[in-house]
């Protein structure tokens, strides 16, 4: 099969694989129907991540189930499928809570970007729709593996709810995402943060009802000026760098949580002035398969149009160029049909 592999930064190959077999009774193998590239890929792309040996890519996937090992109940061969990019048996304490991003037996998704893909801890991790979904709809599907339910994570940690002014910082998959996250969850006032024309129009597109392009201390000066000196209910982070923190943190009012999802390098706080601003923080990797059911069921009735964040489709053979792409910002998310 072809698979994705990344031998150094800036070095992508797609090249002929062994396909993966079932190694667990709790494992499935499912035929990918899309797959994509994640801003996180980036990091190791760009050499901000070590890269020691050849790395399988690809953490977002849907597709049919091929195969199951002997422990696997919920789903079957035959069956659509999506599941989270975090592996999680979703019965530990931890996930009984909803955090199967910190279940006990976690796992991160990888060798997502190819032709077919093992996923351990199957019934804990996948959802099967109950029938094979329109080609339409396969966009969105994919973007509930991750980027979606990254941003709602983002939306809900940060405690969205009606009425709320929200800031997200990040123009990326994740925070457009983010925008559409805190829409749905009845955000009166969206302020998103870019300063790029498409992502601009997407984050209008999706509910954001003010766009600020400054950065830094002018970006906090905006929305300073656009919430009557007194700063936002809920701040998305959906960057990872100690400017986007930063912002975040500044944005914040008195009270407010801020919601952090962009993978952090390089950041470091300053206990005093985190002390004083009297913001309160949640965020890590998103536990995806809490929200899943009622993301897929939004998708499936055609309630929201996440899909609409891939702006470049190309076969997996070419994944090398996606990466390239998004690398010089020439896309925003880069969707892989193998």
Known sequence: MLATMLYAPGDVRVEERDEPVIQKPTDAIIRLTATCICGSDLWPFRG????????????????????????????????????????????????????????????????????YARVPLADGTLIATDTMPDDDLIPSLLAASDVLGTGWYAADAARVQSGSTVVVVGDGAVGLMGVLAAKQLGAHRIIAMSRHKSRQDLALDYGATDIIAERGDAGVARVKELTQRIGADAVLECVGTQE???????????????????????????????????????????????????????????????????????????????YRAMDERRAIKTLLRP
């Open 48 to 115: 901000l991540n070590d890269v020691s040996s050849p790395m399988a890519m690809g953490h977002e996937y849907c597709g049919v189930v091929v195969a199951v090992g002997s422990d696997v109940k919920t789903v079957k061969p035959g069956q659509f499928v999506v599941g989270s990019f975090v592996l999680s048996d979703n019965t530990c304490p931890h996930c009984r809570h909803g955090f199967q991003s910190s279940c006990e037996q976690r796992e991160f998704m990888t060798g997502g970007q190819a032709e």
């Open 244 to 322: 986007s923190m930063q912002t975040a943190i500044n944005c914040a009012r008195p009270g407010s949580m801020i919601g952090y999802v962009g993978v952090p390098h390089g950041v470091q706080f300053d206990g005093q002035s985190l002390f004083f601003s009297q913001t309160g923080m949640m965020g890590g990797p998103a536990p995806v398969r809490r929200f899943l059911p009622y993301l897929l069921d939004l998708i499936l009735t055609r309630q929201i149009n996440p899909g609409r964040v891939f702006d470049l489709e190309l076969p997996l053979a070419d994944a090398a160029e996606g």
